[in-house]
Each structure stands twice: as C-alpha cells, then as structure tokens.
C-alpha cells in the first residue's frame, strides 16, 4: 500500500480520506482519527467561496503536464535536478546515522534530534531556494543545515564542540547558525524561530519598500513540528505575516508526535493546513515522504512569496524513523506505524521514480552513495583533528561591542583587562 | 551650553565637534579621571555648570521639574523641552542619521506612542519604518530580533514595561544570547524601550520593575534615564551600540523639563552620573527615585550633612569606577531604588559593592528598595510602597553615626 511515485499517472489527492482505503489514510496513532466532513472530498464550492483556494498538488502538477510535449518532460525533474536531490536526502541521512554513531562512542553530548524520515521536507523545499534566502529551523536542524549548503564539516565540528564548528561549538546540536549560507538557528524551544523569520522576511520587504532595494526579493522559511501549531507564538505570526503580506512560507513538518505526545491527542483539530485560510493565508496539506510533490508546492508557494503576494502555510506529512532524540527510547510509537512510514522511505521512493523513468541508473546513484559516505567520514575525520575551544573563547562573542561588560573599579573597561582575553576575568 | 561629558571636564576639542564619537570621549574621559583626581565638571539638570571640589551649600532641586536655567553668559543657548520630546528628538534623529533604524509597537505609528514618544513619525517615515504591531509581545519582540539579525536596527517599544514579561522568552533566549550561541556571527543591535515604574495609582500590573528581572540575562545592557538630557543621549548611545540595550524610562518623568544642548551629542551607556558631589555618604540611584534623593537632600545638606549623589544610570552593568572612587572618598553608601528588596538592582549593587571596596567601607551597605509587594491601588498604600525623601533622610543620620 506504499505511495509509490505517482505523479505522472495516478495523483495523490490532496485531501485525504478515510472512507477510501485505496488511497493511504492521514495516519495517526492507534486512536481513530474522528471524521471531518469537509476533508472528504474534492475541493467543494464552500472551499472556492474563500478568498485563499487551497493549492491541490493535483492541480500544480497537471499545470506542469500540460505545459510540456514530450514524454521525458512529462517527468518533474531533469536528471541533473534528481541527482542533486537524491545526493541532499543522502547527505541527510548519512549525517544523521553517523551523528548517532559519534553520540554513542562519546564525542558529542546533551540532546541530539535526528532527521532520518524527514529528508524529503528539508531536500523539497530549500534546493529551492538562493544563498540569500533564510532558513531558519528548530533543535532538528542538522539536515536543514547541510541542504542550505552549510558543509558538513562545519556542522560536524561543531556536534562535536570544537572551535572549528559553525558556531564556533558554542552552539551545539541544537543552534546551528551560518551567516554565510543564511540560516538563522537552530532553537532549543518550540516556536521561538517563528518570531525570529517573520523577522528576516521583515527585512526583505522594508529592504524593498524603505530601503528601495529593488531586488530585495530574499524568501525566508521557517521549519516547525505539529506541536508548535498548538503555540501562542505560530498564530501570533501567522497573523502578522499575513497582515503585511511578508515573504515567508510556514512549513510543517507534521511527523505525528511531539516526543511522546500523539498530534491527535494535543490538538483539537489535527488539520493543521486549515488553520492558514483562518489568518489569511493558503494552506496546503502534502506527503512529506515524497519529494517530488514537496518541490512542487514549496516552487508555488516560493514564488508566490518572492512575487510579494504573501505567506503560505504547508503541512508536510513526514514521519520521523528515529526516536525524539537519541536519549528517547521511542516505546510509545506503534509498531505497525513505523513499518507503514518505513514503506515510503523518501529516498528509496525517489531511487525508485529515477530508475524507473529511466533518469539515473543504479551505478550512477551508488556513486553518489559512495561519495556520501567519504564526505561524511571526512567531516567526522575533520571534527576529530580540530582543536577544542581555549579558555580565551569564553568572553569573546557575550557582547558584540564588548564595552557592555563595563568599566571596572580601575576606570578601565573591562573588555580592556588582559584576563579578559585570557578568559579568566571577572566579569 | 558648552556640551560636557557628564562627570569629566571636557576638553576644547570636544566642543568644536559637531557629533561625538563615544569612542573618543570614552578615551578622553579615561585620561583624565587619572589626571584629576576631585575636580570636574557636572552639569545638573537644571543645566548649570558646577566645579565639584569646593561647593557645599548647594542649591538643590526642590520638585521633580527642573526650574528654567538662568543663562549663563559663555553658553550658547540651547533648547527647552520635556523629557518625551527628548526621547524622541534622538529618535528622530537617529532614524534620519541611518536609514536602517525602525520602531515596532503597539500604538507607536498612528497614535503617536501612548506616551507620545513616537509622536508624528509615522507620517514622516511611513508606516512601515514606524510599525503599528498587533498585541503580541513575544512575536513582535522575536520578530524584532529577526530582523536585527538580517541587518535593520529595530527600537521596540512595550507600551508599559510590564508587558514585556510576555516577550520574556525572546528577549532571553534570544536577545541576550543568540550572538553568544551563533559563535559571533549575528548581532542582534535592538533596542528595547518602555516605560516602567510606580506611577500614580495604576495598579499592580502597571506599576512593574522588570530591571530586576532582567538583569541576569547575559548578553544584554540596561541603562535607565532620569533627565530630558539623558534621556536623548542614551536614547541614540542605545540605538547605535551593536549590542542589545534595554532602556529603562519612567511614567512619571514624562513631563520633567530640562534645557538641552543645540548640538548632537552622545551619553557613554556604561558610565555613571555624578548629580551632586559631596564627602559625608555616597548615595546610588537611578530613575524617579534621584529625585526623592535630591529632595531628601535638601534637607540633609540643611542638616548639616554633604551627600554625594551618584545616578548609576547603567543597571548593567555597573560604572564601578564612578561608584569606587565615590566610596573611597566617602566610606559610606545608601543605595536607593524603586526596584522590589529581593534580587533587585540594589541587592546586585549591594554585592557588587561588598565584593570590589569592602576595605573602604566605615559602615554596611545600605539599601532602601521598595516594598516586597505587588502595588497597591490606593494612593496612600502606594505612597509606602516606595522610598519616600523622609525615609532617606533617616537612613543618612543613621549611617552617618
């Protein structure tokens, strides 16, 4: 019953039913899910009469059909587009199951969340995007990291805290910042990274508008669970990014749990995707385990933002094969969920889509593969070899103008006090 | 009026500029606290110069609005105003220097700022450079934040103090450390502003000192101003340091007049106030209650006493120069704030105090903070909740015996 890729043929409907098993039902835990009328159909009349339609997959994917002649185009990716989504999910998923390696031989600590599962949301959406666009994420966020293009060297280093780590391993697992590559965090708690995009995609527009940057066009995506769409702070943003049409697109990444806390048990309406037309917004609901429909609904929703036309909330339906983190030990989840999740692993889906439409062969994807597995060897390598932060590091990035530690009780600032630079000084 | 640095003799160079670089006047004040050791200049905030080593009987301030300056003959003339213009003369001013400056708040575009801070700026810079945001605190906060981080310089304004405790989150999280956590590569140079403090009758809620609450976050400054003059000045020192600066105004000292220098100037966020040299007790305050000291005071000086008046205006962190050579010139200290008794401003004062200059001191530290109680209503349960002038008188007599 997997979701195989279907796009040319058969197309998911956007809408997932209950009633019609031949299509894979809106999964949750044990508990039944309670019936919503309206998601039972097709898009109805009583949906067109709002001002946002939902965008159905369907619909994007018949566009892209139509516009194309010959068979090969018919396919939603060139060869060179397929292998460079194959190599990011591949990235994703070594990083990851290298990382629980490292946290089980002792070199990296505290709290680590892996992706595994999830590497068609953050592979669909930010291969979309330019270096100037922002991403900015949650304590899951090694995966987003690597696919904005943060070396992996970078984000190794700095799970194993060492000084050459992106942030400079003051950051850890769970606050990953890259200036360069545009990614903003990286937040411990939930929903606290929702602020801070609505934030970047503030600057774009006052960079436009205020600034008459012409070409300020920069898109910014937030990354969040199912259980920060119960927080104060998602409806807060959902409802400024809305209001001044800012260039953001809110993604979802809905793997059904919160630790151990079941979506269907911490929310009273699950559908998440529908909360985006109450503020203003479209929201769409798509398989997260299929990267070719994420890419396809994050290209509508991009553009729309970068033609300044405003937000878009996307649920993404993922699931997460690992535990919480890796001190979860993941008893709660059913058995027969995790077997079903595993039938539509994203990356064995699209290996399967490209061979066979004839796009790669499997030597070509086994060298990918391969060169994987050296980056990811190099990065571990890498991190090994750099040094561990001196006592110096300490003090130095508290304050960007280190004036605000103060003027000590000898007239001088203290920023001044060679122990100061040593990491020693009382401050 | 010759532009001084406040608590350091100025130089001539200094007056000819048209701006201050911080920087240069940080150096130069450091030269010459070394060199002059009692002498310097002080400008009080009814505007009049002072030389600080010989005055005693002083003419004090008897009500918390300053009386107009006489002019004196080798000053230039200067303008009047209260201390919200103040506020938003180096607003405006700093907004029309860089392009990149903008204020988010509730009521700060249309209205004009419940406190009039903002008064007119969204007709001359848009509504988007002055941004009217719903009532959500933390969001807008964090979105503050976000933006700072990918290159503006955002002002935020919580229409009372108290509401920030909603933006708690954010501002810790994220506003004290994400440049800490990012390993030095984003800057977050906001500045967060509002008015706090026991005003009249208005209630518990209203009536919030959150200096104590914040002051433990790392990463982050805290000035609080007191006179239209410091206000302006550490108003553009906020807006222009990198780092993120919590400005600490007052709802009742809206409407305190001062006479202000013409030209552009800059107050050094770290650095102390000297309000009134004296010899026999070192008093610390900051915010309203510097007027309460300079009542009490009045009658001290009557009295036969000499206080020393210091506004640490900086809460975080602390000038302990200013405040070190006060106590070992006096070997006493009072400290008096509007902040609660426990884990106040004063208590960190107080440690700070003990720890750094415990040989100099003659007597313990004492600290008159406002009660442990969430604020009254009524007027007269107010009026107790905070340090009166009575209560600063009776504490000077007894430290000094």
Same mark, same amino acid.
């Given at each position: 019953?997997?979701?195989?890729?279907?796009?040319?043929?058969?197309?998911?409907? +956007?809408?997932?039913?209950?009633?019609?098993?031949?299509?894979?039902?809106?999964?949750?835990?044990?508990?039944?899910?309670?019936?919503?009328?309206?998601?039972?159909?097709?898009?109805?009349?009583?949906?067109?009469?709002?001002?946002?339609?939902?965008?159905?997959?369907?619909?994007?994917?018949?566009?892209?059909?139509?516009?194309?002649?010959?068979?090969?185009?018919?396919?939603?990716?060139?060869?060179?587009?397929?292998?460079?989504?194959?190599?990011?999910?591949?990235?994703?998923?070594?990083?990851?199951?290298?990382?629980?390696?490292?946290?089980?031989?002792?070199?990296?600590?505290?709290?680590?969340?892996?992706?595994?599962?999830?590497?068609?949301?953050?592979?669909?959406?930010?291969?979309?995007?330019?270096?100037?666009?922002?991403?900015?994420?949650?304590?899951?966020?090694?995966?987003?990291?690597?696919?904005?293009?943060?070396?992996?060297?970078?984000?190794?280093?700095?799970?194993?805290?060492?000084?050459?780590?992106?942030?400079?391993?003051?950051?850890?697992?769970?606050?990953?910042?890259?200036?360069?590559?545009?990614?903003?965090?990286?937040?411990?708690?939930?929903?606290?990274?929702?602020?801070?995009?609505?934030?970047?995609?503030?600057?774009?527009?006052?960079?436009?508008?205020?600034?008459?940057?012409?070409?300020?066009?920069?898109?910014?995506?937030?990354?969040?669970?199912?259980?920060?769409?119960?927080?104060?702070?998602?409806?807060?943003?959902?409802?400024?990014?809305?209001?001044?049409?800012?260039?953001?697109?809110?993604?979802?990444?809905?793997? +059904?749990?919160?630790?151990?806390?079941?979506?269907?048990?911490?929310?009273?309406?699950?559908?998440?995707?529908?909360?985006?037309?109450?503020?203003?917004?479209?929201?769409?609901?798509?398989?997260?385990?299929?990267?070719?429909?994420?890419?396809?609904?994050?290209?509508?929703?991009?553009?729309?933002?970068?033609?300044?036309?405003?937000?878009?909330?996307?649920?993404?339906?993922?699931?997460?094969?690992?535990?919480?983190?890796?001190?979860?030990?993941?008893?709660?989840?059913?058995?027969?969920?995790?077997?079903?999740?595993?039938?539509?692993?994203?990356?064995?889906?699209?290996?399967?889509?490209?061979?066979?439409?004839?796009?790669?062969?499997?030597?070509?994807?086994?060298?990918?593969?391969?060169?994987?597995?050296?980056?990811?060897?190099?990065?571990?390598?890498?991190?090994?070899?750099?040094?561990?932060?001196?006592?110096?590091? +300490?003090?130095?990035?508290?304050?960007?103008?280190?004036?605000?530690?103060?003027?000590?009780?000898?007239?001088?600032?203290?920023?001044?006090?060679?122990?100061?630079?040593?990491?020693?000084?009382?401050? | 009026?010759t532009v001084v640095f406040l608590g350091i003799g100025a130089t001539?160079?200094l007056t000819? !500029?048209?701006?201050f670089?911080s920087?240069k006047l940080h150096?130069s004040s450091?030269?010459l606290v070394?060199?002059?050791?009692?002498?310097f200049f002080?400008v009080?905030?009814?505007?009049?110069?002072?030389?600080?080593?010989?005055?005693?009987?002083?003419?004090?301030?008897?009500?918390?609005?300053?009386?107009?300056?006489?002019?004196?003959?080798?000053?230039?003339?200067?303008?009047?105003?209260?201390?919200?213009?103040?506020?938003?003369?180096?607003?405006?001013?700093?907004?029309?220097?860089?392009?990149?400056?903008?204020?988010?708040?509730?009521? /700060?575009?249309?209205?004009?700022?419940? *406190?009039?801070?903002?008064?007119?700026? !969204?007709?001359?810079?848009?509504?988007?450079?002055?941004?009217?945001?719903?009532?959500?605190?933390?969001?807008?906060?964090?979105?503050?934040?976000?933006?700072?981080?990918?290159?503006?310089?955002?002002?935020?304004?919580?229409?009372?103090?108290?509401?920030?405790?909603?933006?708690?989150?954010?501002?810790?999280?994220?506003?004290?450390?994400?440049?800490?956590?990012?390993?030095?590569?984003?800057?977050?140079?906001?500045?967060?502003?509002?008015?706090?403090?026991?005003?009249?009758?208005?209630?518990?809620?209203?009536?919030?000192?959150?200096?104590?609450?914040?002051?433990?976050?790392?990463?982050?400054?805290?000035?609080?101003?007191?006179?239209?003059?410091?206000?302006?000045g550490?108003?553009?020192?906020?807006?222009?340091?990198?780092?993120? /600066?919590?400005?600490?105004?007052?709802?009742?000292?809206?409407?305190?007049?001062?006479?202000?220098?013409?030209?552009?100037y800059v107050l050094n966020?770290?650095e !102390?106030e000297?309000?009134?040299?004296?010899?026999?007790?070192?008093?610390?305050? *900051?915010?309203?209650?510097?007027?309460?000291?300079?009542?009490? !005071?009045?009658?001290?000086?009557?009295?036969?006493?000499?206080?020393?008046?210091?506004?640490?205006?900086?809460?975080?962190?602390?000038?302990?120069?200013?405040?070190?050579?006060? /106590?070992?010139?006096?070997?006493?200290?009072?400290?008096?704030?509007?902040?609660?008794?426990?884990?106040?401003?004063?208590?960190?004062?107080?440690?700070?105090?003990?720890?750094?200059?415990?040989?100099?001191?003659?007597?313990? /530290?004492?600290?008159?903070?406002?009660?442990?109680?969430?604020?009254?209503?009524?007027?007269?349960?107010?009026?107790?909740?905070?340090?009166?002038?009575?209560?600063?008188?009776?504490?000077?007599?007894?430290?000094?015996?």
């Open positions: 019953m997997s979701s195989a890729f279907s796009a040319i043929n058969t197309i998911q409907p +956007l809408h997932r039913t209950i009633d019609n098993p031949s299509v894979s039902p809106f999964l949750g835990s044990t508990h039944k899910l309670r019936s919503f009328p309206a998601c039972n159909r097709a898009p109805s009349a009583s949906w067109i009469r709002r001002r946002f339609s939902i965008v159905a997959v369907s619909d994007v994917v018949k566009q892209q059909k139509t516009k194309s002649g010959s068979s090969l185009s018919n396919l939603l990716i060139t060869k060179e587009e397929g292998l460079e989504l194959y190599e990011d999910m591949v990235l994703g998923r070594s990083f990851e199951d290298m990382c629980a390696q490292m946290y089980y031989r002792g070199k990296m600590f505290g709290f680590v969340h892996l992706y595994n599962g999830q590497e068609a949301v953050s592979t669909g959406f930010i291969k979309l995007l330019t270096k100037e666009d922002c991403i900015v994420s949650t304590y899951r966020d090694h995966v987003h990291a690597l696919s904005k293009g943060v070396p992996a060297r970078q984000v190794m280093s700095e799970l194993f805290g060492k000084t050459t780590g992106c942030c400079r391993g003051q950051g850890g697992s769970m606050h990953m910042f890259s200036e360069e590559y545009n990614v903003l965090g990286g937040f411990a708690f939930i929903g606290e990274g929702i602020p801070v995009s609505t934030g970047a995609a503030f600057t774009s527009k006052y960079r436009r508008e205020v600034l008459k940057e012409a070409n300020s066009d920069q898109v910014t995506l937030a990354f969040f669970g199912d259980g920060t769409c119960n927080n104060g702070q998602f409806f807060e943003c959902l409802n400024m990014a809305a209001l001044w049409k800012l260039p953001i697109v809110f993604v979802v990444e809905n793997n +059904l749990w919160a630790i151990g806390m079941s979506h269907l048990r911490a929310t009273s309406d699950p559908e998440i995707w529908k909360k985006g037309p109450a503020f203003g917004m479209p929201g769409v609901h798509i398989d997260g385990m299929d990267v070719l429909k994420v890419r396809e609904v994050a290209k509508e929703a991009v553009e729309r933002a970068r033609r300044g036309e405003g937000p878009t909330l996307i649920e993404c339906e993922t699931y997460r094969f690992r535990g919480h983190s890796l001190a979860d030990p993941d008893e709660l989840r059913d058995p027969a969920e995790k077997a079903h999740y595993a039938t539509r692993d994203p990356i064995a889906a699209l290996k399967k889509y490209m061979i066979e439409n004839k796009l790669v062969n499997e030597a070509e994807l086994k060298a990918i593969d391969k060169k994987i597995d050296e980056v990811v060897e190099d990065a571990v390598e890498f991190a090994d070899a750099s040094p561990h932060p001196v006592r110096s590091q +300490l003090l130095e990035n508290v304050f960007a103008d280190p004036k605000g530690f103060g003027i000590g009780p000898d007239g001088r600032y203290r920023c001044e006090d060679p122990k100061f630079t040593e990491g020693t000084a009382h401050v | 009026m001539a160079a000819s !500029a048209n701006s670089d920087k150096i450091r030269r070394s060199e002059t050791k009692s002498t002080v009080r905030s009814d505007g009049r110069l002072n030389s600080g080593s010989n005055r005693r009987a002083q003419i004090l301030i008897t009500n918390a609005v300053a009386t107009k300056a006489d002019s004196s003959p080798a000053t230039k003339p200067g303008h009047e105003l209260l201390l919200f213009e103040a506020l938003r003369e180096g607003l405006e001013e700093e907004m029309e220097r860089d392009a990149r400056v903008c204020v988010m708040g509730e009521d /700060v575009g249309h209205y004009g700022g419940s *406190y009039k801070v903002t008064k007119d700026l !969204a007709n001359k810079y848009g509504d988007l450079r002055v941004l009217d945001t719903p009532i959500a605190e933390n969001s807008f906060t964090g979105m503050a934040i976000g933006a700072a981080m990918t290159g503006l310089r955002p002002i935020i304004e919580g229409m009372n103090m108290g509401f920030l405790l909603l933006a708690f989150n954010q501002i810790s999280n994220n506003c004290g450390m994400l440049h800490y956590t990012s390993g030095g590569q984003f800057t977050i140079p906001v500045v967060i502003r509002g008015p706090g403090g026991v005003g009249r009758q208005l209630g518990a809620e209203h009536s919030q000192r959150l200096e104590s609450y914040f002051q433990s976050i790392p990463g982050i400054q805290m000035v609080a101003c007191s006179t239209p003059y410091n206000a302006k550490l108003m553009k020192a906020a807006i222009r340091s990198e780092n993120p /600066v919590i400005l600490f105004e007052h709802v009742l000292l809206y409407n305190l007049k001062e006479r202000i220098p013409d030209e552009e966020l770290e !102390a000297m309000v009134r040299p004296g010899e026999h007790i070192t008093i610390l305050t *900051y915010s309203r209650m510097r007027y309460h000291v300079m009542q009490a !005071a009045k009658t001290l000086v009557n009295k036969g006493y000499d206080p020393e008046v210091i506004d640490i205006r900086s809460l975080k962190p602390f000038d302990l120069h200013t405040i070190g050579n006060s /106590v070992k010139k006096t070997h006493r200290v009072l400290i008096v704030e509007e902040c609660m008794r426990t884990g106040g401003i004063g208590a960190s004062l107080t440690a700070a105090i003990n720890e750094n200059f415990h040989d100099y001191l003659d007597a313990p /530290v004492v600290c008159l903070s406002s009660q442990d109680v969430p604020t009254p209503y009524a007027g007269t349960l107010e009026e107790w909740t905070v340090v009166q002038p009575a209560q600063i008188v009776t504490a000077v007599e007894q430290l000094c015996h």
